[in-house]
């Protein structure tokens, strides 16, 4: 048997519960790869891949000056309305807000905090850059050896343990807007997949004036995300990946998958008012619907391949988490569409 789309169609069509068993087992496998492995291979590192001069100048410098870096420095906020630095009250809960920090330990931080108060006596002129004009603000420096979602947890759990009447304590800097970031686009992301869903679903029923027709791209979209996350946590445990390529396999995969398989879908339906049996319409769409879905496949494959070139972490994981759904939703189209279709028959319609 030559392997070329029609021949997989007219294959996948012969043995269609054979096929919807693989690719069952298959989306089982994966959800339990991902379930287990995919959260430990997400990083929200952002790096270059070809050591620039601005790396390496960075280098020169810490060892010609010894210096030590954190990874990031947070800065816990305390404030109060009614007191200034200048009070006993506010420096007891600026010492407090010290205490549980450094009861983080070595573990979490790189050094020890410093406050205000430390630096009046040693350096007036650094102790009043942790003030504000109206002293009512302060802050406390938390210099980290690792920054990740964990680490800010744990520092909001610190800032919300500190409780004083009149007093509140706040966490901000890079790392803690890099999760609220994070957050929010993945909340942002979740509404508006669902919306994108409902919209494209009340769309293929117009198309299709069939709720099975309109259907199936959506279920083969879902399928093509489960098997590219399956094997992104595959691939994660030899290079890393970008926690948005979560959202770029997402999108990705609904777009191609109901577009790949509205194609075909409106093919075998054609091939079936013109009178050919169940089968021989599967073969046809496969001959010309699934070959041009083949090379459209390939075509976006190579576009994406480009951002591989860029030397920056967060392109080449998001290119490749879009490279393999396109691959996953081919693959699915090729196979489990012709599966579902010779299962389906007329009810399709």
Do not use: C
């Not at 009149?166 to 790392?175: N, R």
């Amino acid at each position: 048997m030559k392997l070329n789309p029609e021949s997989l169609a007219r294959s996948s069509s012969r043995h269609p519960w054979r096929t919807l068993g693989i690719w069952i087992a298959l989306i089982v496998a994966m959800g339990a790869v991902t379930t287990r492995l995919l959260a430990g291979v997400l990083t929200q590192d952002i790096a270059f891949t070809n050591n620039p001069e601005s790396v390496r100048a960075q280098d020169v410098l810490d060892q010609k000056f010894a210096t030590t870096r954190s990874a990031d420095t947070e800065f816990f906020i305390v404030h109060s309305g009614s007191s200034t630095v200048d009070d006993p009250q506010f420096r007891s809960v600026v010492q407090q807000v010290q205490a549980r920090i450094a009861a983080l330990g070595t573990g979490v931080l790189s050094s020890p905090p410093v406050t205000y108060y430390d630096l009046l006596s040693k350096a007036p002129q650094s102790a009043g850059q942790l003030v504000s004009r109206d002293k009512h603000y302060t802050l406390v420096p938390a210099d980290l050896k690792d920054v990740d979602d964990a680490t800010i947890a744990k520092l909001r759990d610190v800032a919300a343990s500190v409780r004083s009447g009149g007093f509140t304590v706040q966490v901000a800097g890079q790392g803690a807007l890099q999760a609220d970031f994070t957050k929010i686009a993945e909340e942002d992301l979740r509404k508006g997949e669902s919306v994108g869903v409902a919209i494209a679903l009340i769309v293929l029923i117009v198309v299709f004036a069939s709720i099975v027709a309109a259907l199936v791209p959506i279920v083969m979209g879902i399928f093509a995300i489960f098997v590219a996350l399956g094997l992104v946590a595959l691939i994660g445990q030899l290079v890393h990946f970008n926690l948005f390529v979560e959202n770029m396999v997402t999108m990705i995969g609904l777009a191609v998958g109901i577009d790949y398989s509205l194609f075909i879908v409106s093919r075998y339906r054609e091939e079936r008012k013109k009178g050919f049996d169940k089968l021989e319409a599967i073969g046809a769409a496969g001959a010309t619907a699934n070959r041009a879905v083949f090379f459209s496949g390939l075509t976006v494959v190579l576009a994406l391949s480009g951002m591989l070139i860029i030397p920056t972490t967060i392109f080449r994981a998001l290119a490749g988490g879009a490279i393999i759904v396109t691959v996953a939703s081919l693959a699915a189209s090729m196979t489990l569409l012709p599966a579902l279709l010779s299962v389906l028959g007329d009810r399709i319609n």
